[in-house]
């Protein structure tokens, strides 16, 4: 079973931030938090991961909550193309990646 | 960097063949890499890990003679649905890890269609 929990799906107007939840309660010292997206009929492609403190990157920023049980993911300014399912997923050291439903995200013109 | 290819991106069979699907890590080498299935509006579902020079570890209830897995080099591992039947009709996803925190990089997946 996946070990995170996330929002079945997200609307966003264009040009305005998101804030994608995930809460993992259950979270071990050493589970490194994955986000993953999806587009329509592609394989998922790598946002971001982090372990401890809050992460950056040209695609997205990667809140982590102080005791780790939960994160966000924020897409800063959502365009039509980010309109895909997101998957938050914990991974630690030699384990398997186990999908969740993830949130699909609709991103309003 | 971190480019995976699948190839071929869809095929269509007719029932009793057998089909490969190839997954190349294009710009790293990959040790380990990993087979999902993915059938309409569901989640992925990993069926096996593909080890670079040893045997595929595969998933509870994936059957090992009718999904084949060879790993024979640090760039390619191969997948063939042998026997295919209508029911094996779905989105075959391979991703190849890379790096020390377990980062999947994931191909863009190949669409078998069994008539």
């Known amino acids: 079973d996946a070990k995170t929990t996330q929002p079945n799906s997200m609307e966003s107007n264009e040009e305005e931030p998101v804030h994608l939840p995930c809460n993992h309660s259950t979270i071990s010292g050493t589970d490194y938090i994955h986000w993953y997206r999806q587009l329509p009929s592609q394989g998922p492609e790598y946002v971001i991961h982090?372990?401890?403190s809050n992460v950056n990157n040209r695609m997205a920023s990667l809140a982590i909550a102080e005791d780790r049980k939960s994160s966000t993911l924020i897409l800063h300014r959502a365009t039509l193309r980010d309109a895909a399912v997101y998957y938050c997923i914990l991974i630690d050291y030699g384990q398997n990646f186990v999908f969740g439903p993830g949130t699909r995200l609709s991103v309003l013109p | 960097g971190a480019v995976v290819s699948q190839h071929p991106s869809r095929v269509i069979c007719k029932s009793g063949t057998s089909v490969k699907i190839e997954c190349r890590s294009l710009?790293?080498?990959?040790?380990?890499m990993f087979w999902y299935r993915q059938f309409p509006k569901k989640s992925l579902m990993l069926m096996a890990t593909s080890n670079e020079g040893s045997k595929a570890t595969y998933e509870q209830g994936v059957e090992k003679d009718k999904f084949l897995i060879n790993h024979a080099s640090l760039t390619l591992s191969t997948l063939t649905v042998t026997s295919a039947h209508p029911e094996d009709s779905s989105f075959y996803i391979c991703s190849a890890l890379a790096g020390s925190q377990e980062t999947q990089y994931f191909g863009p997946g190949t669409r078998l269609l069994v008539l």
């Open positions: 710009d790293f080498q990959a040790t380990t």
């Open positions: 982090g372990l401890t």
